[in-house]
């Protein structure tokens, strides 16, 4: 199981909203106010910031700091899901776009839309994963 600490930012009625920070090394040297990367991982808020809402039968206040839980075959599954499908479908649809014409315009059409179709359809049953108990985190324990 991968545990991660966070700080409870918010309890009602049994669900508790949690806030943890993704250790990066990103930030961290000289370079980070001229560096890509840096600002593309500010995005998306503060940098390294995740906000989860974890079921809890135990009322939590707000600033506790708690260890939460994911289990590795959901993070597994999902990272497939990410990386692995939208690469498939690409090289396959590079290598079927040669029976399907000979204009080269028409091909780059067929494997991008069939790469773009792919992308959604990750991001519609990745949401539909996310629902189901073992994609969500557990609270393993109250830290303080």
Do not use: D, W
Request: hydrophobic share 45%; proline share 3%; net charge neutral.
């Amino acid at each position: 199981m991968l545990k991660e600490n966070a700080v409870v930012i918010g309890y009602e009625n049994g669900l508790a909203k949690v806030k943890c920070q993704s250790p990066s090394a990103c930030g961290q040297c000289a370079a980070q106010k001229s560096c890509g990367s840096a600002s593309l991982s500010e995005l998306n808020g503060k940098r390294g910031e995740h906000i989860f809402t974890v079921e809890t039968m135990m009322p939590l206040r707000e600033g506790q700091v708690v260890e939460i839980g994911l289990e590795e075959k959901s993070m597994l599954y999902s990272a497939l899901l990410m990386y692995i499908v939208p690469l498939l479908v690409l090289l396959l649809a590079t290598g079927l776009s040669h029976y399907i014409s000979e204009n080269e315009l028409s091909r780059a059409l067929v494997i991008f839309l069939s790469t773009a179709l792919t992308f959604i359809f990750v991001k519609k049953y990745s949401q539909k994963l996310g629902q189901q108990t073992e994609f969500q985190p557990v609270l393993l324990r109250v830290i303080s």
